[in-house]
């Protein structure tokens, strides 16, 4: 019996149809219990917080506790914790799926299991890109609140005095302070030296310097003396006040923990390159940070295949052990992140290799189990 043309592009036209529901409906799993699992572990956190910081809330107005903390505080969690969401996320449902032998009648009608993981690797990719933007231009802006809203209230762990600060200005231009105070913006024992070449050609001294946060890079030197130097012959200038426009700023010295958490990643990238150019060396957790925030979007699709690989087939333990074979992969990728961190800080590797070593170690993991999964 013969099978007409029409009859083949409607099969054909039926298969496809079915792919796509299919893809809607593990996509539809995948988010959603991403988002319901981010919404149950951040209350919990939530509960616990509350329960640490409880006078500090009790101290400060509602109104700075919602807005100011809580409302930077969940999303800072939840993109720090969302390789975690994810693995769980996966693991559940395609668990799930599994025990009620779903998976196998998807396979056994013909989809390849690498058919099978296109949905889940869309899903990872709405996450990832939900992870980087949050990471690189949404949350850091609101880490600002959240910092200044601890520092505040719960324990100050912001630099406010420099000792003995050194740094270039401009090539050519070295500036030096002997003790700075952040709360009057004011520095003492102010040096300003200019070369050229290895050449000294001017060297201003003051007693007191302070900087006009109204207006960038403006400073104000009292009981200065500027000396400029023309071979041997030296002209010598002071007075009791003088306005000067020197390119630094309190910041860029007085590095309090978490700062770099409060630049956007262009901002992190432009601050890097500033201080390098100024010969400040303690600027690798802001590189560090950088690194971690491209190599956290790549952690969605690595745990995705992780998981999917892990928990496609009907295992005795059932769902518990998943879950705890998830968790465990799960917090050891988040701890293995923070480990290779300190391979930068102590300069064993530069801050990009830091970052990505685990993503190469798991992304292995992920390619040896999703072989041993295809082989159905």
């Known amino acids: 019996m013969k099978i007409s043309k029409g009859s083949k592009i409607w099969s054909k036209t039926a298969s496809v149809l079915r792919l796509k529901v299919l893809d809607i409906f593990i996509l539809k799993k995948f988010l959603g219990t991403y988002f319901m699992a981010t919404i149950l572990i951040l209350a919990v956190i939530s509960m616990f917080d509350i329960t640490e910081k409880l006078d500090a809330f009790l101290t400060a107005p509602l109104k700075e506790t919602l807005f100011d903390y809580f409302s930077s505080f969940l999303p800072y969690f939840a993109n720090m914790l969302s390789p975690l969401f994810v693995f769980i996320s ?40 939900m992870t980087f933007l949050l990471s690189n231009y949404i949350i850091p802006p609101g880490n600002v609140k959240r910092i200044a809203y601890t520092n505040k209230y719960v324990r100050n762990k912001s630099v406010q005095t420099g000792i003995d600060i050194q740094l270039m200005a ?18 003492y024992r102010f040096s300003f030296d200019k070369f050229k070449g290895k050449e000294l050609v001017s060297r201003m001294t003051a007693q007191s310097v302070t900087y006009d946060t109204t207006r960038n890079y403006h400073w104000t030197v009292r009981d200065y003396m500027i000396r400029d130097f023309d071979g041997m012959k030296e002209k010598i200038t002071s ?34 390159e500033k201080q390098k150019m100024r010969g400040v060396a303690n ?58 961190s300190s391979f930068a800080v102590s300069g064993l590797t530069t801050p990009f290799i830091a970052m990505q070593i685990p993503n190469v170690i798991y992304l292995a993991i992920g390619l040896y189990l999703y072989r041993r999964a295809s082989k159905f």
């Open 90 to 129: 996966v693991i559940f449902f395609t668990t799930k799926l599994a025990g009620n032998s779903e998976i196998i009648a998807i396979l056994s009608s013909g989809v390849s299991f690498k058919r099978l993981l296109r949905p889940y690797m869309i899903g990872a990719a709405i996450i990832a890109a």
């Open 170 to 187: 401009r090539p050519g231009e070295v500036v030096y302070i002997g003790r700075f105070e952040n709360s009057t913006k004011t520095g």
């Open 239 to 272: 007075g009791r006040e003088k306005d000067t426009i020197i390119p630094i700023e309190p910041k860029d010295f007085l590095i309090s923990a978490n700062d770099w958490e409060t630049l956007t990643t262009p901002q992190l990238t432009e601050y890097v």
């Open 283 to 340: 600027i690798k957790s802001f590189e560090i940070e950088r690194e971690k925030r491209y190599a956290s979007t790549a952690a969605a699709f690595i745990l995705t295949l992780i998981g999917m690989s892990l928990s496609s087939k009907k295992s005795k333990g059932g769902m518990g052990l998943n879950i705890g074979i998830g968790l465990a992969l799960s917090f050891s990728y988040i701890l293995f992140s923070t480990v290779t």
